[in-house]
């Protein structure tokens, strides 16, 4: 019966919490949710299609990944979901659908398994895949159909100087990628977020913050005064706030300590307005995450805290 | 004791343990810029190669003479001779891969390949074999060069030395742009490693 007393010695951290990589990637798919059923309800069954080939060439290519070098299967932290359902968020509806098992090949395969797998990603797989794609199929993937149409999505219009409905973008009736339409549902699934405590709200506040005073002060310059209305249309489209809430936000690829996470936020949004309103008016977002993504090693290395007592001198 | 160098030592050695692109990593900066079509990756490899030839077999016969503390400046100037000759030879030829490959024919007189072989054989062993060090180096050189542009040039272009294979519309424009240029070498030098396997440089 002695054995029976032993008691079990563990490794610190000794507080536990149900916390899972699984559940937290579950949160994720939840709050996406809400956009992506408003995505297959603005652009039809094609998008439903687009989002289920993504989200299954994602699986698929890790598990293959995973059988092919021999190593544990890691689908069941439902990271290749969250890649999958991001990716196809991010495309235009009428994508062809070996462009997006291309995108989601390259996400999971090239940027996530090839660095180790998730958490040794240096870059949001699925932002990346959009960048990729974004290079690869400038074409297509800036063909916007909307209600059979082909449409100038707010952002296009908006850069052309044209008007656009506020109302309309912010409910998600306009063209655009298959997720980022909709401002309403998008902010509902953010809600979710920070019910749950799975993002801290330092990433997007900053960023969406630095993003509306660059705005602002452009629009002094070349406006005249600030534009309430032409703040919030860039503030609604070319999903900004898809980007701000789910894409900036990943564990893996953003900085940790919180003086950390505003300057990372905040860079994001100059980068985000500066391609935006100097560059081309797609992809704005997705570029200024991933140079946000390889910066953050370095915004964390400045921000690190310094342990009491030690390295004070060296300052 | 190494074992007793050979030709045929050198060229395996050239082509594949110490392959200058896949297991060396030298001269990186034109296999990256030219290798946008098969064609130019070829021309850029065998520019190169015959430099590295030239020059090795030159640096050798010179090595009693070459002074030690200088001998950078001397490989400089044996290399930009035969550059200089090549380069009014491909204008006068070849006029249309002298523009493609551009300034990086020049380039090749400062190539991390020429310097590496030069100061790492040729220096030490008879001109013989620094002949036969420079052709399978310029051969293995050639090589990866070469399926670079190629394999950027299918999946780019969707041409292979100007033949279609893929049709318009379906190609990966990426491949024939920098960062592909960088994924491509980087899952070359990954397939050579394992084709190299345990065996040592």
């Known amino acids: ?315 | 004791m190494q074992k007793k160098d050979t030709i045929f030592t050198r060229l395996y050695h050239g082509i594949l343990v110490e392959n200058p692109t896949a297991v060396l990593c030298l001269g990186l900066c034109p296999t990256l810029a030219v290798t946008t079509t098969a064609k130019n990756g070829l021309a850029m490899g065998i520019v190169t190669g015959i430099v590295l030839v030239l020059s090795e077999f030159f640096i050798s016969l010179l090595k009693r003479v070459i002074p030690k503390k200088d001998r950078m400046i001397i490989y400089v100037l044996i290399s930009a001779c035969f550059t200089t000759i090549i380069q009014l030879v491909l204008n006068a030829y070849y006029p249309d891969i002298s523009e493609s490959l551009g300034v990086f024919v020049s380039l090749t007189a400062v190539n991390g390949v020429i310097f590496g072989r030069a100061d790492n054989y040729a220096m030490q062993n008879n001109p013989g074999l620094a002949l036969f060090d420079g052709i399978g180096f310029g051969i293995g050189y050639t090589l990866i060069i070469t399926i670079l542009g190629a394999v950027r040039e299918i999946l780019g272009i969707g041409t292979i030395f100007g033949i279609r294979v893929i049709p318009d519309g379906y190609t990966l424009s990426i491949a024939a742009l920098a960062p592909g240029a960088f994924f491509l070498l980087a899952c070359i030098i990954a397939v050579a490693q394992k084709i190299k396997g345990g065996r040592s440089a």
């Open chain 1, 1 to 315: 019966m002695d054995e029976q007393k032993i008691l079990r010695i563990s490794f610190f951290p000794h507080i536990r919490d149900k916390a899972s990589t699984s559940r937290i990637m579950l949160d994720v798919i939840i709050a996406l949710l809400p956009a992506t059923a408003f995505g297959v309800y603005n652009f039809g069954w094609r998008a439903l299609l687009l989002i289920l080939i993504c989200v299954a060439a994602c699986v698929l290519s890790e598990l293959l990944w995973d059988l092919g070098m021999k190593k544990r299967v890691t689908l069941r932290d439902l990271s290749a979901v969250v890649t999958g359902l991001i990716l196809a968020l991010n495309l235009p509806p009428t994508l062809d659908w070996w462009i997006a098992v291309i995108g989601s090949v390259f996400a999971i395969v090239v940027v996530k398994m090839l660095f180790g797998g998730l958490g040794q990603n240096f870059m949001n797989p699925a932002v990346a895949a959009k960048c990729f794609l974004l290079i690869s199929f400038a074409g297509r993937m800036n063909a916007f159909v909307f209600q059979n149409v082909i449409s100038a999505t707010p952002m296009e219009v908006l850069k052309a100087g044209g008007n656009v409905d506020l109302l309309q973008m912010f409910l998600g009736n306009t063209s655009g990628a298959i997720g980022e339409t909709s401002a309403l549902a998008l902010l509902i699934g953010a809600v979710y977020l920070f019910i749950r405590r799975i993002i801290d709200f330092r990433i997007p506040l900053f960023y969406i913050l630095a993003f509306a005073v660059y705005i602002s002060i452009y629009s002094i310059f070349t406006r005249g005064g600030i534009d309430g209305s032409f703040l919030a249309a860039h503030l609604l489209s070319g999903g900004l706030l898809m980007g701000a809430f789910y894409m900036a936000t990943d564990y893996v690829t953003s900085p940790v300590s919180p003086a950390g996470r505003i300057i990372y936020g905040a860079v994001l949004g100059v980068l985000t307005c500066t391609f935006r309103l100097f560059g081309s008016a797609t992809g704005s977002v997705a570029y200024a995450i991933i140079i946000g993504n390889l910066l953050a090693p370095l915004i964390e290395k400045i921000t690190r805290q310094r342990s009491f007592g030690k390295g004070a001198h060296l300052r």
